[in-house]
């Protein structure tokens, strides 16, 4: 287990937060409770919409269409998606569904976080988060990232990184991929506790080579300037400059960044999400995520080829995000 788990999970057991799992019909979510339990990370709510799933001794498990919270939770999104012509039946038609249960029990205050995806895609459990629990104040884009540890790696900090975006916008502008690193330096900062190095990858470093695709990594990194003067970040970078000294200073020697590099913003995500899959299978690294920046409330998604594992860690994240959102 990396250093950077074994925090999390120490800190979220020592003040537990209520995390929902939506997936209770899927194997690898309940054989993680057990575990969840067993470690005392968090108190859990495991929702289902069928058969109910074998129990998890210390978990709440419930069906949303028997739920005495239903009718409650349905009159709140109608209201909440009024503007959109959400009828009320439509509202208690979607509330049967375990994601837009659980992610109205976040909203609601009755779960402090949620964590899905291990057998929904991306889109179906980040929908109704973007659409109930919207953006955290003074933030325009939600977007995802994921810690990366690799094993034995004298890069980053000790081969942990934050990924970003590999989970949410597909083509971001220059504008959004400045919004992205931002937040993704917000996010190193709030996990780490240290500053963040941020990279701006690229096929190019600092002007070696030439396209629109090029560009747009550039004036992103010029707006993260201007809009945050005090962040440590640079690019365009390639990879291997922004992870590798030597190379570095070869390739970009203004660089305060290049060689140092722990926050890697890709800069769309078809490279981002590609790339992480790479790390995590082929330098057997943990890959947590994808983890939600810019979201009003703790929703974290999972990839399908996850493992009950994964799924204990990032309940322990998301009851870690859960502690710091309350503090704030
Ligand atoms: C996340 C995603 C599903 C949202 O797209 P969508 O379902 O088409 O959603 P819409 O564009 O209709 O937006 C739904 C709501 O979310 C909001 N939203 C969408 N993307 C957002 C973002 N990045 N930040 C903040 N809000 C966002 C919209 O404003 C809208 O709000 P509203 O309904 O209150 O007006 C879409 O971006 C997506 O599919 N991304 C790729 C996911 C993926 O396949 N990843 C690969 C595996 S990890
Ligand atoms: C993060 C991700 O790629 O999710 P999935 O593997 O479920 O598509």
Redesign the pocket.
């Known amino acids: 287990m990396s250093d950077f788990l074994a925090r999390m999970k120490a800190q979220a057991a020592g003040d537990r937060k209520t995390i929902v799992l939506p997936e209770g019909e899927d194997p690898r979510t309940i054989e993680a409770a057990r575990r969840i339990v067993e470690e005392g990370l968090a108190d859990l709510v495991i929702l289902h919409n069928g058969e109910e799933p074998e129990p998890v001794e210390g978990a709440r498990m419930v069906d949303p269409r028997t739920s005495p919270k239903h009718e409650a939770y349905a009159q709140e999104l109608r209201r909440l998606r009024a503007k959109?012509g959400m009828t009320i039946e439509q509202a208690r038609e979607l509330v049967d569904d375990a994601t837009y249960f659980g992610t109205m029990m976040v909203k609601m205050g009755d779960a402090d976080g949620l964590v899905s995806g291990a057998c929904h895609?991306?889109?179906n459990t980040?929908?109704p988060a973007?659409?109930i629990l919207k953006?955290a104040p003074g933030t325009k884009?939600?977007?995802?990232f994921m810690v990366v540890c690799v094993p034995d790696c004298e890069y980053g900090d000790h081969g942990t990184f934050v990924f970003s975006d590999?989970?949410?916008?597909?083509y971001p502008d220059a504008e959004a991929l400045s919004e992205i690193a931002i937040a993704s330096a917000a996010s190193w900062k709030q996990l780490m506790g240290t500053e963040p190095h941020v990279a701006m990858l690229s096929y190019s470093s600092h002007g070696s080579a030439n396209s629109e695709y090029v560009d747009k990594v550039a004036e992103a990194t010029a707006l993260v300037h201007a809009k945050a003067p005090g962040l440590l970040c640079d690019g365009e970078l390639q990879t291997d400059a922004a992870l590798d000294e030597t190379v570095g200073a070869l390739k970009a020697p203004t660089s305060e960044v290049a060689g140092n590099a722990d926050v890697l913003v890709f800069p769309n995500?078809d490279a981002g999400?590609i790339g992480y899959k790479l790390v995590q299978r082929l330098a057997k690294a943990e890959a947590y995520g994808?983890l939600l920046q810019?979201i009003a409330k703790p929703v974290n998604d999972l990839s399908r080829g996850c493992s009950a594992t994964d799924i204990v860690a990032v309940v322990a994240i998301t009851a870690v995000q859960a502690q710091l959102a309350s503090a704030e």
């Open positions: 959109k895609s991306t889109a980040l929908r973007l659409q953006t884009l939600v977007s995802g590999i989970g949410l916008n597909e995500l999400n994808p810019g």
